[in-house]
Nanobody, 118 residues
């Protein structure tokens, strides 16, 4: 059974940093695109970043502050979040899919809460 499990969320002050992890099990994801999405209260889930063989892509709202990476040997993806802002507060989800990650990606984690206080 394929599983994606996020960890690393928490409460942090504005300007602080957090590192999220997404551990994959049940299959190897080295040939799959992986990415992060987030959903704030009352808002739709939105794209944050993705990483694949072709490189990394970021949303404009996090570009320059967040860094996505992956360790295929550990089947794990990371999201280093720096200079956090209150508007980054959301549940962060990891996703994986063949090709590109979108809102209709095949594999999803359960989410991890990130709260940024002002």
């Amino acid at each position: 059974q394929v599983q994606l499990v996020e960890s690393g969320g928490g409460l942090v002050q504005a300007g602080g940093s957090l590192r999220l992890s997404c551990a994959a099990s049940g299959r190897t994801f080295s040939g799959y695109a992986m990415g992060w999405f987030r959903q704030a209260p009352g808002k739709e889930r939105e794209f944050v970043a993705t990483i694949s063989w072709s490189g990394a892509i970021y949303s404009d709202s996090v570009k320059g502050r967040f860094t996505i990476s992956r360790d295929n040997a550990k089947n794990t993806m990371y999201l280093q979040m720096n200079s956090l802002k209150p508007e980054d507060t959301a549940v962060y989800f990891c996703a994986s899919n063949k090709g590109v990650v979108t809102l209709t990606s095949r594999y999803w984690g359960q989410g991890t809460q990130v709260t940024v206080s002002s």
